[in-house]
């Protein structure tokens, strides 16, 4: 197995090569030593909107596929933990919704919503029994505001993160932000899940592929900011667009920003606009097909349709058939890798040596 190196110098670097994107050992590679040691959003308090209140679901559905069930207990504190019996992997929760208690249809076990072992029929004669690895399996959550994350073996802190996205949004009322399924859509691209990311970490294509966005976004004021496992690009707005209102105190106060874009390793967008929230999460199913869900959430409607926000559908396109190209250009033969912008591409440079350093 070939291991990669990008120069931490983004002025030496090159990217990764042509062969990460074909290899597909290296692409079931990630999925254990990326997306499994990483975070994952998950959804909101709404799927739990009651105690005893519990949801199944997968985790990356086609890819990681691990069975996880979201829990709250009946002191309303949240659990994730794995949604397979321990007696004979049946699954435990099969429906969304209030439980009476968390039984295994299959022989009867029964769980605590915690996930502790409590009781199972015809075991009376059986030795060491219960032993710890009779509990379902728990994995780490943590709440953002109405917003739930699951790390199944995090190798970072997301607090960390959170604490960095809200220096700059904290001043949003999150907690008021609704999802509206009218407004979100899954899009199906023919690409490697990392080159929908390489494309989005940059702003570098702005001028060249999205002509409307362009018009509303100063892209010569445009900025990446690079953290440990995220970094934010900040779209400055031309005169007269939609802007944040920010508060006195505020690291940007007196700057007229159309769009903060939060990228979170190694799948995760957060795109703030006046008028909320797309979250989007990036999907491996094969190395040749990417699912990518947007998910708005609405704070002021009336903002909807103009500035950096409006037209996301028509520049999600534009952003398929650029990478779709891409994708295919990668199948070359006389193709190796290529350089960095290091005015324009700091943010592909930090995700290339994120994927390099995960991989060892």
Aim: aromatic residues 16%; hydrophobic residues 40%; glycine residues 6%.
């Amino acid at each position: 197995m070939s291991r990669f190196h990008i120069d931490p110098d983004i002025k030496k670097a090159e990217t990764l090569p042509a062969s990460f994107y074909a290899n597909q050992a290296i692409f079931d590679e990630l999925e254990e030593k990326v997306f499994r040691a990483s975070w994952h959003w998950i959804g909101d308090l709404n799927l739990l909107p009651l105690s005893k209140s519990a949801h199944p679901f997968q985790l990356l559905d086609g890819y990681v596929a691990e069975p996880l069930v979201l829990v709250r207990d009946e002191q309303d504190k949240i659990h994730c933990m794995s949604n397979v019996c321990t007696h004979r992997g049946h699954l435990v929760v099969l429906n969304s919704g209030v439980q009476k208690q968390l039984t295994c249809m299959y022989h009867g076990r029964r769980f605590a919503f915690d996930g502790t072992f409590k009781a199972m029929p015809e075991f009376e004669e059986v030795e060491d029994f219960p032993r710890p690895c009779d509990n379902l399996h728990r994995f780490q959550v943590e709440k953002w505001n109405p917003f739930l994350f699951v790390g199944l073996e995090p190798t970072f802190d997301i607090s960390d993160i959170i604490e960095c996205m809200n220096e700059r949004i904290g001043f949003l009322p999150l907690e008021q932000f609704q999802y509206r399924k009218d407004l979100s859509k899954d899009y199906l691209v023919n690409c490697h899940w990392a080159l929908y990311c390489d494309n989005y970490l940059e702003g570098f294509h702005i001028p060249f592929v999205h002509s409307d966005l362009n018009e509303v976004l100063d892209y010569g004021s445009y900025t990446t900011e690079i953290y440990e496992y995220m970094n934010l690009q900040v779209g400055y707005a031309q005169s007269g667009e939609e802007v944040f209102e920010l508060p006195k105190g505020h690291n940007d106060y007196g700057s007229t920003i159309g769009a903060y874009y939060f990228w979170v390793f190694p799948n995760m967008m957060f795109n703030f606009y006046p008028w909320g929230l797309s979250i989007n999460i990036v999907k491996p199913i094969d190395m040749e097909k990417t699912k990518v869900s947007f998910l708005t959430y609405l704070f002021d409607e009336t903002k909807l349709h103009s500035g950096a926000g409006a037209l996301l559908d028509k520049v999600e396109r534009e952003d398929e058939f650029v990478v779709e190209g891409v994708h295919q250009g990668l199948k070359s033969k006389y193709y190796q890798a290529g350089r960095f912008s290091p005015t324009r591409e700091q943010g592909v440079h930090h995700f290339h040596r994120l994927l390099a350093q995960f991989l060892g």
